[in-house]
Antibody, heavy 120, light 106 residues
Framework: QLQLQESGPGLVKPSETLSLTCSVS??????????WGWIRQPPGKGLEWIGS???????YHNPSLKSRVTISVDTSKHQFSLNLISVSAADTAVYYC????????????WGQGTMVTVSS | EIVMTQSPATLSVSPGERATLSCRAS??????LAWHQQKPGQAPRLLIY???TRATGIPARFNGSGSGTEFTLTISSLQSEDFAVYYC????????FGPGTKVDIK
């Protein structure tokens, strides 16, 4: 079955760029029924959608983060990625990748999440 | 932006009892509402989508209802594995989540 796995540095310095990758297995990142999303959860807090990408490369972002976020997809590597620039302590969170069957849809498959701490 | 609110923040329930969780949207989301369950240290798990449709493998004791701006998740007879945090998510517009309801043991 479809599985997602996040990877990337667990510690990022303030003002630098947070970069994460989500590897897709058991299915195709190029499927025309899948959108791939990033969601984060600060410690002890709720969930925030960051953005989503389609295999064609079309991207959609949370307006509150849009200017700092880049999401891309690499179909040859069966991966999609998140870059968040100019990070601060407020970006410390568990970052999840997830799948939805439509752009506006429930997230039905989630990765296990990866903790990213922003600190010098 | 559609703002989601949930009540109560914490619900204390005894095993075997019914739990009723509420979710409200700041504007109509039609039936584009999902419920997710999250246990400590784990990723969220989709329980309900389309306001009332159970996801694959979800037990029948989980029931969702509502439309527009008012939604309810009912767990008919709480099992030990149901003690968790529950989030609602709207997807009528850019996705947004409620702050969660923690269901703990009374």
């Amino acid at each position: 079955q479809l599985q997602l796995q996040e990877s990337g540095p667990g510690l990022v310095k303030p003002s630098e760029t947070l970069s994460l990758t989500c590897s897709v297995s058991g299915g195709s990142v190029s499927s025309n029924n899948n959108y791939w999303g990033w969601i984060r959860q600060p410690p002890g807090k709720g969930l925030e959608w960051i953005g989503s990408v389609y295999y064609s490369g079309n991207t959609y972002h949370n307006p509150s983060l849009k200017s700092r976020v880049t999401i891309s997809v690499d179909t040859s590597k069966h991966q999609f990625s998140l870059n968040l620039i100019s990070v601060s302590a407020a970006d410390t969170a568990v970052y999840y990748c997830a799948r939805s069957l439509e752009l506006l849809d429930a997230f039905d498959i989630w990765g296990q999440g990866t903790m990213v701490t922003v600190s010098s | 932006e559609i703002v989601m609110t949930q009540s109560p923040a914490t619900l204390s329930v005894s095993p075997g009892e019914r739990a009723t969780l509420s979710c409200r949207a700041s504007q109509s989301v039609s039936s584009n509402l999902a419920w997710h369950q999250q246990k400590p240290g784990q990723a969220p798990r989709l329980l309900i989508y389309g306001a009332s449709t159970r996801a694959t493998g979800i037990p029948a004791r989980f029931n969702g209802s509502g439309s527009g701006t008012e939604f309810t998740l009912t767990i008919s007879s709480l099992q030990s594995e149901d003690f968790a945090v529950y989030y609602c998510q709207q997807y009528n517009n850019w996705p947004s989540f409620g702050p969660g309801t923690k269901v703990d043991i009374k």
